[in-house]
């Protein structure tokens, strides 16, 4: 039986890449909808649907589009929705970016929360389930995505970057053994003290400040304390269910990544829903 949100919310913000302010609000929709954005701010506002096919650019984000229309970092909402059981909802936005609230999921979970769900009457004909039967891989250099068949499912990332407070993490999650709201949901975002001019001269993270990212430098964290010990881990697995809830449902499989980035997780996306 699908479900969408028994009350609208908002929130608002600035987005991550763009350092614009922003407002969300998301609106219960109709069985059979799913979920998608609506550009509120553009003369006809176009809906975008959060589907893998509408995927655009995905340097340090995951966009989507529709012609000229589109909707950029969406993955944390995303994650929030799919994560949370709501299958439908309509997701206006008077901006071209999300808002990045925190850094991380935790206020998008505390707002569906607060807002409730309620479960659609009539439910159209269900999308068959992606339940891979072979593996599959996807690489890039030492970075890959995987799905492995598996009997319910789960979510393995790990990461490794040069810096010591950060190391090798790896971080495992399963939707039926562990509640995204508290172990997944408040990881935030992170980046590099020594990259940030470089990435704000090619026009990103225009909207990072040390209140809505994790900052690590080769001295240490900058903005300590951490909400884990292995926050980055989690972060990028919370990436990965955003990315992969563009297959409308999450797969029933073992999803593993080690060093990837949305363009592997959209790969990946892309595969499992040949397998459909």
């Not at 908002?10 to 991550?16: A, D, I, K, N, Y």
């Amino acid at each position: 039986m699908e479900s969408t949100i028994a009350r609208e919310f908002r929130l608002s913000g600035v987005g991550l890449h763009l350092g614009e302010n922003a407002t969300v609000r998301v609106m219960p929709a109709n069985s059979g909808d799913s979920r998608y954005f609506v550009r509120v701010d553009l003369s006809d506002a176009p809906k975008i649907p959060a589907q893998i096919n509408a995927v655009g650019q995905t340097t340090l984000s995951t966009e989507l589009r529709v012609e000229t229309a589109r909707v950029r970092t969406v993955e944390h909402l995303l994650a929030s929705l799919v994560a949370c059981g709501i299958d439908n909802a309509r997701i206006e936005v008077d901006c071209e970016e999300i808002p990045l609230l925190d850094g991380s999921a935790k206020n998008w979970c505390e707002a569906i929360a607060q807002a409730g769900i309620v479960y659609h009457e009539t439910t159209p004909v269900a999308q068959s389930s992606i339940t891979p039967t072979e593996p599959i891989w996807i690489r890039e250099n030492d970075s890959f995505v995987a799905a492995l068949p598996a009997r319910q499912t789960r979510f393995t990332y790990g990461i490794d970057f040069p810096y010591q407070a950060i190391g090798n993490q790896w971080h495992s999650w399963s939707p039926a053994e562990a509640n995204f709201a508290t172990e997944i949901a408040p990881a935030r975002t992170f980046g590099f003290a020594e990259q940030i001019e470089q990435l704000q001269r090619s026009g990103l993270i225009k909207g990072g400040n040390l209140t809505n990212a994790l900052v690590c430098s080769h001295q240490g964290w900058v903005n300590p304390p951490l909400r884990f010990t292995n926050e980055p881990a989690r972060h990028k697995l919370l990436d990965l269910v955003g990315d992969l809830s563009l297959l409308g449902q999450l797969p029933t499989a073992h999803l593993i990544a080690y060093k990837a980035s949305h363009k592997l997780h959209t790969q990946l996306a892309i595969k499992l829903a040949e397998t459909r």
